[in-house]
């Protein structure tokens, strides 16, 4: 059974920097496709990033791009979500994601990903 559990969400001031921290258990961490992905109650999950099972491949959407990084640790099965420059728009709850599924049209549509984490909070003080 894989596992995902989110960590390092919290309050921050606009301008601040938060790093979420995705730990993987079970499965093959290293055939994933891992992505983050943020929703407010009674809206649709938005994608925000995702990495290659490489490592060297990444996406990010417009809103997030220049200000988010993701990275992954392979030997440590854990995926990281660098926020820097945030912004009050970035409140909301943050997913971590595993994909099995392979390609590049794969990390942007929340419906190729089969494992979710139970969410972290990200509020950002205006």
């Known amino acids: 059974q894989v596992q995902l559990v989110e960590s390092g969400g919290g309050l921050v001031q606009t301008g601040g920097s938060l790093r979420l921290s995705c730990a993987v258990s079970?499965?093959?961490?290293?055939?994933?496709?891992m992505g983050w992905f943020r929703q407010t109650t009674g809206q649709e999950r938005d994608f925000v990033a995702s990495?290659?099972?490489?490592?060297?491949?990444?996406y990010y959407s417009d809103s997030v791009k220049g200000r988010f990084t993701i990275s992954r640790d392979n030997t440590q099965n854990t995926v990281l979500l660098q926020m820097n420059s945030l912004k009050p728009g970035d409140t909301t709850n943050y997913y971590c994601t595993a994909s099995e599924k392979t390609g590049p049209l794969v990390h942007t549509n929340a419906g190729n990903y089969a494992y979710w984490g139970q969410g972290t909070q990200v509020t950002v003080a205006s």
């Open positions: 990495v290659s099972w490489s490592g060297s491949v990444t």
């Open positions: 079970g499965g093959t961490f290293s055939n994933y496709i």
